[in-house]
């Protein structure tokens, strides 16, 4: 069964960490570039990350506190979450979109082929 599975969210004080793993079954994560994405209550879902062959992008909401990366060993993708502030709170979801749609400037969520069913993630002290 071809799918993504988060894990990782919880509840942390503001200026704590999280880290946020993207478990990839079925197919093999590496062949795309992989991106999260959150979404607050009344709020559209937009992305902060995205990590493929050739292109890093963060949101500037969160440049210089939160690090993507990718283990293809274990076909798994990681957002690790530093210096957490209340505005994080959301649910944060995993996806894949074709390499040429994460870029520098951003990621393109209309082509996202797989979404992960979302973790939560709440800021809060």
């Known amino acids: 069964q071809v799918q993504l599975v988060e894990s990782g969210g919880g509840l942390v004080q503001p200026g704590g960490s999280l880290r946020l793993s993207c478990a990839a079954s079925g197919f093999t994560l590496n062949s795309y570039a992989v991106g999260w994405f959150r979404q607050a209550p009344g709020k559209e879902r937009e992305g902060v990350s995205c990590?493929?062959?050739?292109?890093?992008y963060y949101a500037d909401s969160v440049r210089g506190r939160f690090a993507i990366s990718r283990d293809n060993a274990k076909n798994t993708a990681y957002l690790q979450m530093n210096s957490l502030k209340p505005e994080d709170t959301a649910v944060y979801y995993c996806?894949?979109?074709?390499?040429?749609?994460?870029?520098?400037?951003?990621?393109?969520?209309?082509?996202?082929?797989?979404w992960g069913q979302g973790t939560q993630v709440t800021v809060s002290s």
């Open positions: 990590f493929g062959y050739s292109s890093t």
């Open positions: 996806a894949t979109v074709p390499n040429a749609y994460c870029s520098t400037y951003g990621i393109n969520r209309y082509y996202v082929t797989i």
